[in-house]
C-alpha cells in the first residue's frame, strides 16, 4: 500500500497528464497484479482456442460459427473484468481507509473517479487489442486447414418496396408493430408480385456475379412452411447480357412482344425455387443486369396459389464483393469495447454508494438486465394483447355476472407488469445494440453508421453514469 501510494504522490508530481494521468497509471498497475486478472485472461484465451473445437453443419459454416462465438467469448470476459476489477477498486479503497491518503494529495473527487475509470477503460482497450490479434490469427489458421471463407460483404437494401396485383383475386394486408415496423401478408388466390427496387448500387463494390439474398416468410396449406416461390429479376436497361443470366439458370424473356423497327423492349429473368420458411437463400445475377447506374427490380410471387407470403424491407439484399475480414472484426471488437463502457461506468458509480460484494452483483446484473432488454421490448405488444383480451373477458363476465375462476393473470397484475417493463426499458441500457455477432454470423458488413450510433449511445450513457457517481461521491464525508 505504501509503495502505491509512493508511486502515486510521485506521479502527481512528474505526469504531463496531471492527477488523472497519474491515478490511470496507478489504476492499470494495479488492476495488473491481481491475481483475479490473470485468471480471466488464461480461462478466456483457453475458451477462446475451444471454439476450433465447435461442430457446424456444413464446414463452410465452421469459420463464421467460431468468429461469432469468439466475438462472444470475448465480450463476456471484457465483462468480468470490468466488473471484478472495478467493482471492488473503490470499496476497497474506502474500507482500507487509502481514500483518506488519496484526498489529501493534489486530487480532487472528479479526479479520482475519472481517473479510475480511464485506468479501467485503457486496461480494457488493451485487452480488447490482444483478443483481437490473437483471434484474428487463430480464425486464419482454422481457415486455411478448413477451407472456409473469411471475408464479409456489405449488404444493400432496397430503396422501395411494393406490391404489384396481377389480377384482383389476391389478397395483401399490412401490418405493423413495435418490433416489426412493416410487414406484408400476400395470400388468396390471385397474382401478386412483391418488389425490392435497387437503385444507385456502387458498381466498383460488385463482383461479376453478385449474389442477392433472400429470407422470406412462407406458409403453406396444412401448415407447412416450406413452398415454391418464383423469383424475377428485373433490369433498367435494355442492354443486358441475356446468356450469362441463361448460363446461371435463368429464363429470360421479353416483358412484351418485340416490334418491327422499335427498340426492344426490357427484359426480365425467371426461376423457381423451393423455399423454407425464413431460411435464407442466395440467387445469382449478372453484375450486366443492374446496368450503368446500380439500379435492378428483384420479385417474389407464389409459385401456387394456396401458400402465404410474408414480405419485409430487409427481406431481400444484394450482396457487395468480399471485404477484409480483419477489418470487420476491429469493428466487431470496437463495438465490444464501448458496450463495456456502459457496464464499466454504471459499476464505477455503483461502487461509490454500495460495498464490494454487492457492487459485483450490480454489475452482473447490469449486463444479464441489458443482454435481456430485447426481449422485454418483443415481449411487449404480446402482453399488451393479453391485457385486451383480459378486460375483454372481464368485461364479458361481468356481463353475464359470472365471476367464475379464471385461466390468466388478473388485470392489475398484468398491468403492473407492463408499468414495470417500460420503466425497465427506460432505464437499463440496451445492449443488444452493440452486438454485432448476427452481422458476423451471417457474413454481413458491420455498417459504420451503426458503430457511430453505439459510440453516441455509450458516450451518453457513461457520462451520464459517471455524473451521478461523482454527486453520490460528493455527498459522502471521509474524516
Same mark, same amino acid.
Given at each position: 500500500?505504501?509503495?502505491?501510494?509512493?508511486?502515486?504522490?510521485?506521479?502527481?508530481?512528474? !505526469?504531463?497528464?496531471?492527477?488523472?494521468?497519474?491515478?490511470?497509471?496507478?489504476?492499470?498497475?494495479?488492476?495488473?497484479?491481481?491475481?483475479?486478472?490473470?485468471?480471466?485472461?488464461?480461462?478466456?484465451?483457453?475458451?477462446?482456442?475451444?471454439?476450433?473445437?465447435?461442430?457446424?453443419?456444413?464446414?463452410?459454416?465452421?469459420? @463464421?460459427?467460431?468468429?461469432?462465438?469468439?466475438?462472444?467469448?470475448?465480450?463476456? +470476459?471484457?465483462?468480468?473484468?470490468?466488473?471484478?476489477?472495478?467493482?471492488?477498486?473503490?470499496?476497497?479503497?474506502?474500507?482500507?481507509?487509502?481514500?483518506?491518503?488519496?484526498?489529501?494529495?493534489?486530487?480532487?473527487?472528479?479526479?479520482?473517479?475519472?481517473?479510475?475509470?480511464?485506468?479501467?477503460?485503457?486496461?480494457?482497450?488493451?485487452?480488447?487489442?490482444?483478443?483481437?490479434?490473437?483471434?484474428?490469427?487463430?480464425?486464419? =489458421?482454422?481457415?486455411?486447414?478448413?477451407?472456409?471463407?473469411?471475408?464479409?460483404?456489405?449488404?444493400?437494401?432496397?430503396?422501395?418496396?411494393?406490391?404489384?396485383?396481377?389480377?384482383?383475386?389476391?389478397?395483401?394486408?399490412?401490418?405493423?408493430?413495435?418490433?416489426?415496423?412493416? &410487414?406484408? &401478408?400476400?395470400?388468396?388466390?390471385?397474382?401478386?408480385?412483391?418488389?425490392?427496387?435497387?437503385?444507385?448500387?456502387?458498381?466498383?463494390?460488385?463482383?461479376?456475379? =453478385?449474389?442477392?439474398?433472400?429470407?422470406?416468410?412462407?406458409?403453406?396449406?396444412?401448415?407447412?412452411?416450406?413452398?415454391?416461390?418464383?423469383?424475377?429479376?428485373?433490369?433498367?436497361?435494355?442492354?443486358? @447480357?441475356?446468356?450469362?443470366?441463361?448460363?446461371?439458370?435463368?429464363?429470360?424473356?421479353?416483358?412484351?412482344?418485340?416490334?418491327?423497327?422499335?427498340?426492344?423492349? /426490357?427484359?426480365?429473368?425467371?426461376?423457381?425455387? +423451393?423455399?423454407?420458411?425464413?431460411?435464407?437463400?442466395?440467387?445469382?445475377?449478372?453484375?450486366?443486369? +443492374?446496368?450503368?447506374?446500380?439500379?435492378?427490380?428483384?420479385?417474389?410471387?407464389?409459385?401456387?396459389?394456396? /401458400?402465404?407470403?410474408?414480405?419485409?424491407?430487409?427481406? =431481400?439484399?444484394?450482396?457487395?464483393?468480399?471485404?477484409?475480414?480483419?477489418?470487420?472484426?476491429?469493428?466487431?471488437?470496437? !463495438?465490444?469495447?464501448?458496450?463495456?463502457?456502459?457496464?464499466?461506468?454504471?459499476? =464505477?458509480?455503483?461502487?461509490?454508494?454500495?460495498?464490494?460484494?454487492?457492487?459485483?452483483?450490480?454489475?452482473?446484473?447490469?449486463? &444479464?438486465?441489458? !443482454?435481456?432488454?430485447?426481449?422485454?421490448?418483443?415481449?411487449?405488444?404480446?402482453?399488451?394483447?393479453?391485457?385486451?383480451?383480459?378486460?375483454?373477458?372481464?368485461?364479458?363476465?361481468?356481463?353475464?355476472?359470472?365471476?367464475?375462476?379464471?385461466?390468466? +393473470?388478473?388485470?392489475?397484475?398484468?398491468?403492473?407488469?407492463?408499468?414495470?417493463?417500460?420503466?425497465?426499458?427506460?432505464?437499463?441500457?440496451?445492449?443488444?445494440?452493440?452486438?454485432?455477432?448476427?452481422?458476423?454470423?451471417?457474413?454481413?458488413?458491420?455498417?459504420?453508421?451503426?458503430?457511430?450510433?453505439?459510440?453516441?449511445?455509450?458516450?451518453?450513457?457513461?457520462?451520464?453514469?459517471?455524473?451521478?457517481?461523482?454527486?453520490?461521491?460528493?455527498?459522502?464525508?471521509?474524516?
Amino acid at each position: 500500500m505504501r509503495s502505491s501510494l509512493a508511486a502515486l504522490a510521485l506521479g502527481l508530481r512528474r !505526469s504531463p497528464l496531471g492527477a488523472v494521468g497519474a491515478l490511470c497509471g496507478l489504476t492499470i498497475r494495479e488492476s495488473v497484479r491481481k491475481k483475479v486478472f490473470v485468471i480471466l485472461v488464461v480461462f478466456a484465451a483457453v475458451m477462446l482456442a475451444a471454439t476450433a473445437l465447435l461442430p457446424a453443419i456444413r464446414p463452410e459454416d465452421r469459420v @463464421p460459427l467460431i468468429e461469432t462465438w469468439a466475438q462472444r467469448a470475448i465480450t463476456f +470476459f471484457g465483462v468480468l473484468i470490468a466488473v471484478f476489477l472495478a467493482g471492488v477498486s473503490l470499496p476497497d479503497d474506502i474500507e482500507e481507509r487509502r481514500i483518506f491518503t488519496l484526498l489529501t494529495k493534489p486530487l480532487s473527487r472528479w479526479q479520482l473517479l475519472a481517473g479510475r475509470f480511464s485506468g479501467f477503460a485503457l486496461l480494457l482497450a488493451g485487452f480488447a487489442l490482444a483478443a483481437f490479434a490473437i483471434c484474428a490469427v487463430f480464425v486464419r =489458421v482454422v481457415a486455411h486447414r478448413g477451407g472456409g471463407t473469411l471475408a464479409s460483404r456489405t449488404e444493400y437494401a432496397a430503396r422501395e418496396i411494393r406490391v404489384e396485383e396481377e389480377d384482383a383475386q389476391s389478397k395483401v394486408e399490412a401490418r405493423s408493430s413495435e418490433t416489426d415496423p412493416l &410487414i406484408g &401478408i400476400i395470400s388468396g388466390p390471385g397474382e401478386t408480385v412483391a418488389f425490392w427496387a435497387f437503385r444507385g448500387l456502387d458498381l466498383e463494390d460488385l463482383p461479376e456475379t =453478385v449474389r442477392a439474398r433472400l429470407s422470406l416468410e412462407v406458409q403453406g396449406p396444412n401448415m407447412l412452411s416450406f413452398g415454391e416461390l418464383e423469383i424475377l429479376v428485373r433490369p433498367q436497361t435494355r442492354e443486358v @447480357p441475356a446468356a450469362d443470366a441463361a448460363a446461371l439458370g435463368w429464363d429470360v424473356r421479353f416483358v412484351s412482344e418485340p416490334k418491327p423497327d422499335a427498340p426492344l423492349p /426490357l427484359r426480365v429473368a425467371s426461376r423457381k425455387v +423451393f423455399a423454407k420458411h425464413l431460411v435464407p437463400f442466395e440467387i445469382e445475377i449478372p453484375r450486366g443486369w +443492374f446496368g450503368k447506374n446500380g439500379s435492378i427490380d428483384v420479385a417474389v410471387k407464389r409459385a401456387r396459389p394456396g /401458400l402465404t407470403l410474408g414480405v419485409r424491407p430487409a427481406s =431481400v439484399t444484394v450482396l457487395s464483393a468480399p471485404h477484409s475480414f480483419e477489418w470487420n472484426f476491429a469493428k466487431a471488437i470496437a !463495438s465490444t469495447w464501448l458496450l463495456w463502457m456502459v457496464v464499466l461506468s454504471l459499476t =464505477v458509480a455503483g461502487s461509490t454508494v454500495l460495498s464490494g460484494p454487492v457492487n459485483l452483483i450490480f454489475g452482473l446484473s447490469v449486463f &444479464i438486465a441489458g !443482454s435481456m432488454v430485447g426481449f422485454v421490448r418483443e415481449s411487449l405488444p404480446v402482453l399488451q394483447e393479453r391485457i385486451a383480451a383480459a378486460e375483454q373477458e372481464h368485461a364479458e363476465a361481468d356481463h353475464d355476472h359470472d365471476h367464475g375462476p379464471s385461466d390468466d +393473470f388478473p388485470v392489475a397484475v398484468l398491468r403492473f407488469s407492463q408499468a414495470v417493463s417500460r420503466v425497465s426499458l427506460a432505464a437499463i441500457p440496451d445492449l443488444n445494440a452493440f452486438d454485432a455477432s448476427p452481422s458476423i454470423l451471417r457474413g454481413a458488413d458491420i455498417p459504420a453508421s451503426r458503430l457511430a450510433d453505439s459510440l453516441a449511445f455509450a458516450l451518453a450513457y457513461s457520462a451520464g453514469a459517471l455524473l451521478a457517481g461523482l454527486a453520490f461521491l460528493r455527498m459522502r464525508e471521509f474524516r
